[in-house]
C-alpha cells in the first residue's frame, strides 16, 4: 500500500517462516493489545540466543471479553515455560482481570506511538549477518475472526503492515502519525 509505515521493512517472504520446535530453553514473552470492538491482540513470542524473536501464536479476536480470552490463553500455554514479562495496553481494569485468570503478572506497555514505531523498524530491518531480529511463523493464529474477514479487514497481526499507513490527509499535524 502506497504510504506504509514499514515499507522498507517488512518484507514477507523474509519475515514469515514455517513452524519450526521452540526449544524450552528459549525465553518467552506474551504481548497483549486488549480490545472488544477493535481486537483484542495476544502474542505469544520466544527469545533465541541471538535476541531474534519468533512470534509463535496469536489470538487476535472482537467482541470477546477479557476473562474469557485469558482463560483460553492459560489453558493454550499450561505446558509452556512462563513468560519472562507479559508487556500490555495500559487499561488498569483489563490488566487486572487478565492477571487474575492467567495467573501472570503484567507491565503495562509503553504507549509513545513515535518510538514503538521506530523500534519495530529496527527489529524489522536487516542486521549485518543479514537477518532481521522479528520473524512471525506462520499458522500462529489460533482461531479466525470470521467478522473481522467480513468487513475486509485485518484478522492478524501479519495483515497490518500493509494497511498501517502515514496520515497524509491532516495538513495541520506537526509531526509524521500514522492513520488511527
Given at each position: 500500500?502506497?504510504?506504509?509505515?514499514?515499507?522498507?521493512?517488512?518484507?514477507?517472504?523474509?519475515?514469515?517462516?514455517?513452524?519450526?520446535?521452540?526449544?524450552?530453553?528459549?525465553?518467552?514473552?506474551?504481548?497483549?493489545?486488549?480490545?472488544?470492538?477493535?481486537?483484542?491482540?495476544?502474542?505469544?513470542?520466544?527469545?533465541?540466543?541471538?535476541?531474534?524473536?519468533?512470534?509463535?501464536?496469536e489470538i487476535y479476536r472482537t467482541g470477546?471479553?477479557?476473562?474469557?480470552?485469558?482463560?483460553?490463553?492459560?489453558?493454550?500455554?499450561?505446558?509452556?515455560?512462563?513468560?519472562?514479562?507479559?508487556?500490555?495496553?495500559?487499561?488498569?481494569?483489563d490488566r487486572a482481570t487478565f492477571e487474575?485468570?492467567?495467573?501472570?503478572?503484567?507491565?503495562?506497555?509503553?504507549?509513545?506511538?513515535?518510538?514503538?514505531?521506530?523500534?519495530?523498524?529496527?527489529?524489522?530491518?536487516?542486521?549485518?549477518?543479514?537477518?532481521?531480529?522479528?520473524?512471525?511463523?506462520?499458522?500462529?493464529?489460533?482461531?479466525?475472526?470470521?467478522?473481522?474477514?467480513?468487513?475486509?479487514?485485518?484478522?492478524?497481526?501479519?495483515?497490518?503492515?500493509?494497511?498501517?499507513?502515514?496520515?497524509?490527509?491532516?495538513?495541520?499535524?506537526?509531526?509524521?502519525?500514522?492513520?488511527?
Open positions: 500500500a502506497e504510504g506504509m509505515v514499514y515499507e522498507d521493512e517488512w518484507d514477507p517472504a523474509v519475515h514469515l517462516i514455517d513452524r519450526f520446535d521452540i526449544p524450552d530453553s528459549w525465553d518467552r514473552y506474551w504481548s497483549v493489545d486488549f480490545g472488544f470492538r477493535n481486537p483484542f491482540v495476544w502474542q505469544a513470542w520466544a527469545e533465541n540466543p541471538d535476541g531474534e524473536l519468533f512470534r509463535y501464536a470477546e471479553l477479557v476473562e474469557d480470552l485469558a482463560k483460553q490463553i492459560k489453558e493454550l500455554t499450561s505446558d509452556e515455560p512462563r513468560p519472562k514479562a507479559v508487556i500490555c495496553d495500559t487499561d488498569a481494569e487474575k485468570h492467567t495467573g501472570v503478572r503484567t507491565k503495562a506497555a509503553e504507549k509513545a506511538v513515535t518510538t514503538g514505531i521506530q523500534a519495530m523498524q529496527g527489529r524489522l530491518r536487516r542486521k549485518k549477518n543479514g537477518r532481521p531480529s522479528l520473524y512471525f511463523l506462520r499458522d500462529s493464529l489460533i482461531s479466525i475472526d470470521h467478522s473481522l474477514i467480513d468487513k475486509s479487514l485485518p484478522y492478524c497481526t501479519e495483515q497490518e503492515f500493509e494497511s498501517y499507513v502515514w496520515d497524509t490527509e491532516n495538513s495541520k499535524k506537526i509531526k509524521e502519525e500514522p492513520v488511527k
